[in-house]
């Protein structure tokens, strides 16, 4: 491992590279290989990007994420689907770190333009084990439901409402 610096102009190629993708986000893997035992990812996010809410089942599967640029709200549901809370990262709210312990169904919604979080993780990182995706959530195949519709769903959620397809 050797000393890295990331500057505001590697933010703005990973904010490119989101708009670019088809998932309108984009990721920097800042760990050597899958198997660190710790695995950072510096994540860059644009509006209208939907990440399906989903929980880690694996007892050391906590997330720390930590908004660097933008704003973000953290969704937490219980295993039903419905809205228990709802944070603003960044921006001007005074929270812009969060860690998530396993077991609960999370997901983080952009809402400024454009948007960079670092997430952090215990690995070795399985891809059998990465998330579970609940019944109740959408998948990102959006065969069912439009990506747009999905987030336009997420954006009218109050605490209490049930998300669910």
């Known amino acids: 491992m050797k000393v890295s610096f990331f500057t505001q102009d590697d933010f703005e190629d990973l904010t490119q590279e989101a708009f670019a993708s ?3 986000r ?13 695995q950072r ?21 906590w997330e720390h994420f930590h908004v660097i640029h933008g704003e973000v ?6 295993n039903n689907g419905c809205l228990n809370k709802k944070v603003i990262l960044g921006g001007q709210s005074k929270n812009v770190i969060v860690q998530i312990p396993p077991l609960i169904p999370h997901t983080l919604v952009c809402r400024s333009p454009t948007a960079v979080v670092m997430e952090i993780k215990e690995g070795p990182f399985d891809e059998k084990f990465a998330k579970v995706i609940p019944s109740w959530s959408y998948s990102e195949d959006y065969s069912i439901v439009s990506r747009d519709t999905i987030t336009a769903m997420m954006s009218q959620l109050s605490i209490g409402d049930r998300f669910s397809i």
């Open 22 to 24: 088809i998932r309108l």
């Open 41 to 61: 990812i510096i994540i860059g996010l644009i509006k209208g990007t939907y990440i399906p809410p989903h929980f880690h089942e694996l007892q050391h599967q």
């Open 73 to 78: 709200e953290l969704m937490l549901f219980d």
């Open 26 to 38: 984009s990721h920097l893997l800042l760990h050597e290989s899958p198997n660190d035992v710790v």
